[in-house]
């Protein structure tokens, strides 16, 4: 039976290094935005909520150019909070039970959503180091949990960005990084993930190639 | 456990579209009554002066009249329900005029807090325009405000309580909202189900 979950998308930020005036969701892969390629991967009764902050205006536009059912929770505070204050302020509007954490800036494969829709349990997306600047993710011995997060302590793998764990560690988290947030709650299982994320100007082709190989696959 | 009080604007929130430009098609005054909507919608102008405006434009019709008008108005079924199943704390929060507006509630089934005038010598006489935020000010001391609007002119009730939804479904949320709001919905079944979860919780 498929997992019943709701998702946060966290796009409150500025992106200051991508040099944007709208919020990396909105960049468009393939004639499609990072936040259209999230909404494609669930359905009608999925509760699906998006932090807006840094540029809310065209991130409505989106959803309304989208006719996207979903609701917007606002970060007012982007300049000041990270991605943990995002998700913790959609938890009021959020039914109980599991909450997927997709991070607005990610494009993240059709087999890896698979992977998080029908798991029965906490997860964390993780893969091979591949970013500039990665959360490090360390591994128990039968690399099936993940016991460490550190941008300092190097690893093999980095954490992607996803998270599905339950709304009641949401509401703990504070006003940093989630994966900060995240660590009192460790070890948590580790699922291997196909993703990109867009930091820099020169991820977009990167980003692009990436899309295209997965989408004439 | 604390008290948790729901507000709703009514046009273009409760309603599926705005009231007075359907008054002004129907009696005319049309085009000026468009042009002061929108511009109020935006926040270009400051809705005291433009429902002063707006009623001098239409107060020559008799009021009952223009509340048949609204009676017949496309409203969003699923969200006024919900209003009517907690009635016992939700209020209508409007600066629509009493004489207007009043037979539309009670034939919802709804209370609600509005601008009001008599109609005498053939005209609407304004006594008292509704300021939104004393009304959440009052719902305040009581418990918390869940306020739901999409003008301009629910800035001020957005600033005071304690959870303001903006509504998308009829149109795009006056900017200064977008500026104040915790979240928005961006239509009907997405905003009775955030309700839902604030009520089941009590608190916001």
Redesign the interface.
Same mark, same amino acid.
């Given at each position: 039976m498929q997992n019943t979950f709701s998702v946060v998308i966290p796009a409150a930020g500025i992106g200051s290094r991508m040099g944007l005036g709208f919020p990396k969701a909105l960049i468009k892969i393939n004639g499609k935005s990072l936040l259209q390629r999230h909404l494609e991967h669930f359905g009608d009764n999925t509760t699906v909520v998006v932090v807006a902050g840094y540029n809310s205006g065209a991130v409505v536009d989106e959803l309304m150019s989208l006719r996207a059912k979903i609701s917007i929770v606002f970060n007012h505070d982007f300049l000041t909070t990270g991605t943990a204050s995002s998700v913790k302020r959609a938890i009021p509007i959020m039914p109980e039970g599991m909450v997927l954490i997709l991070e607005g800036d990610l494009l993240v494969s059709q087999e890896t959503m698979r992977k998080f829709l029908w798991t029965r349990k906490s997860a964390l997306g993780i893969g091979p180091v591949r970013s500039e600047m990665p959360v490090y993710a360390h591994l128990d011995s039968v690399e099936r949990n993940v016991i460490r997060l550190s941008q300092t302590d190097r690893s093999a793998w980095e954490w992607s960005g996803l998270a599905l764990i339950p709304r009641e560690v949401c509401r703990s988290f504070d006003e940093g990084h989630v994966f900060q947030s995240l660590v009192p709650f460790l070890p948590l299982p580790a699922v291997l993930s196909d993703w990109r994320e867009i930091d820099f100007p020169e991820d977009v082709e990167t980003a692009l190639d990436w899309v295209m190989e997965r989408e004439t696959g | 456990m604390t008290n948790l009080f729901f507000h709703f604007d009514l046009d273009g929130t409760l309603t599926r579209e705005e009231l007075l430009p359907r008054i002004a098609r129907e009696f005319g005054a049309s085009r000026e009554i468009e042009t002061l909507t929108s511009k109020t919608i935006a926040g270009e102008i400051d809705f005291e002066e433009s429902f002063i405006r707006r009623v001098s434009l239409l107060g020559h019709i008799p009021p009952d009249e223009v509340a048949n008008v609204i009676l017949e108005a496309p409203v969003n079924e699923r969200l006024v329900q919900w209003v009517r199943d907690h009635s016992a704390v939700s209020t209508v929060v409007t600066g629509n005029l009493n004489l207007w507006v009043q037979p539309w509630l009670d034939a919802n089934g709804l209370t609600g807090a509005t601008s009001e005038g008599v109609f005498r010598d053939g005209r609407v006489v304004l006594t008292k325009i509704l300021a939104k935020g004393t009304i959440v000010a009052a719902s305040k001391l009581e418990g918390q405000v869940v306020f739901v609007g999409d003008g301009a002119n629910d800035a001020e009730a957005f600033e005071l309580a304690d959870?303001a939804i903006a509504f998308?479904g009829v149109h795009?949320?006056a900017?200064i909202l !977008?500026?104040l709001?915790?979240?928005?919905?961006?239509?009907e079944?997405?905003l009775c189900?955030?309700l839902s979860? !604030?009520s089941y919780?009590q608190q916001?």
């Open positions: - | 959870y998308a795009r949320p900017e !977008l500026e709001a915790d979240c928005l919905a961006m239509e079944s997405g189900r955030i979860q !604030l919780q916001v």
